[in-house]
């Protein structure tokens, strides 16, 4: 299995770059073996964050970070599709969602997913390296989906928050929850960012639960949130490159 993953890998650096012009701002589409496939940079030349990126359903490479590839089991059927969500400096985040049977199991699974992946290091963030643990606690505790699943009880703390809300059979959330996250547009001087949570059992497989909120850009990260901007990477414009982004969440001041 490990193999073919790997074999999958050096197929997708091995297309190369070759042949293709990279604008100044937006992001380029081609057809390669009847498929669809996006590039981009990410932006940040001068701080050596400027990442080739290269991405279908199938895939999606940053320089030679493999950001996610489809992966096929034995004795398993099943599909993937994952689609780049928003990219900023060095972060990368995208939706992926699976279904599948394996041989011996009780019913199919389905299950839908945000990930952001630092492309300098080819690890999972949190967004607690990104920004305030602060800020973000008091962001969650102003949505009305977080208050209902804390049912009354009052965290002091988001690690308190995080351990202490139940989303139910709805939507799953914990502390690696924070891995699960996408940026969608900028208002002033803040970000507007997507959680994404997964279904909380089986009998609900397959639902998936977005939770937008306002966080302020850090200093550092100004920059690379306006090219972001600039370049139409965050998410409220890469959706047009989507047929499944849900428009009816709606952001409060």
């Known amino acids: 299995m490990l193999i073919r993953i790997l074999m999958s890998i050096l197929m997708f650096i091995s297309l190369g770059y070759t042949?293709?012009?990279?604008?100044?701002?937006?992001?380029?589409?081609?057809?390669?073996?009847?498929?669809?496939?996006?590039?981009?940079?990410?932006?940040?030349a001068e701080t050596g964050d400027d990442w080739?990126?290269?991405?279908?359903?199938d895939y999606a490479i940053a320089g030679r970070t493999v950001i996610y590839v489809e992966q096929k089991y034995d004795d398993t059927e099943s599909s993937f599709v994952g689609e780049i969500y928003s990219i900023v400096g060095p972060y990368i985040s995208h939706k992926g969602t699976s279904d599948g049977y394996s041989k011996?199991?009780?019913?199919?699974?389905?299950?839908?997913?945000?990930?952001?992946?630092?492309?300098q290091t080819g690890k999972k963030v949190k967004l607690t390296e990104i920004f305030d643990s602060k800020a973000i606690y008091k962001a969650l505790l102003k949505d009305k989906v977080v208050r209902r699943?804390?049912?009354?009880?009052?965290?002091?703390n988001l690690k308190e928050l995080?351990?202490?809300?139940?989303?139910?059979?709805e939507f799953s959330i914990h502390e690696d929850s924070l891995e699960n996250f996408a940026f969608h547009h900028i208002k002033h001087d803040k970000v507007a960012v997507r959680l994404g949570l997964p279904n909380g059992c089986e009998v609900m497989r397959g639902n998936f639960t977005q939770i937008g909120f306002?966080?302020?850009?850090?200093?550092?990260?100004?920059?690379?949130?306006?090219?972001?901007?600039?370049?139409?990477?965050?998410?409220?414009?890469?959706?047009?490159?989507?047929?499944?982004?849900?428009?009816?969440?709606?952001?409060?001041?």
Not at 52 to 57: A, G, K, L
Not at 104 to 119: C, D, K, L, R, V
Request: net charge positive; glycine share 8%; aromatic share 10%.
């Open 104 to 119: 011996g199991a009780a019913h199919p699974w389905h299950i839908s997913y945000f990930e952001t992946i630092n492309m």
């Open 162 to 169: 995080l351990k202490q809300a139940d989303g139910g059979c």
């Open 214 to 253: 306002y966080l302020k850009i850090p200093k550092n990260m100004k920059k690379a949130f306006k090219i972001a901007h600039q370049k139409k990477l965050l998410m409220h414009n890469m959706a047009k490159l989507r047929y499944d982004l849900d428009p009816t969440l709606q952001y409060g001041d």
């Open 52 to 57: 080739d990126i290269r991405w279908s359903t």
């Open 19 to 44: 042949g293709f012009v990279f604008c100044d701002s937006g992001i380029k589409q081609i057809t390669h073996s009847a498929k669809i496939v996006y590039l981009a940079k990410s932006g940040l």
């Open 149 to 156: 699943a804390l049912r009354g009880k009052a965290p002091k």
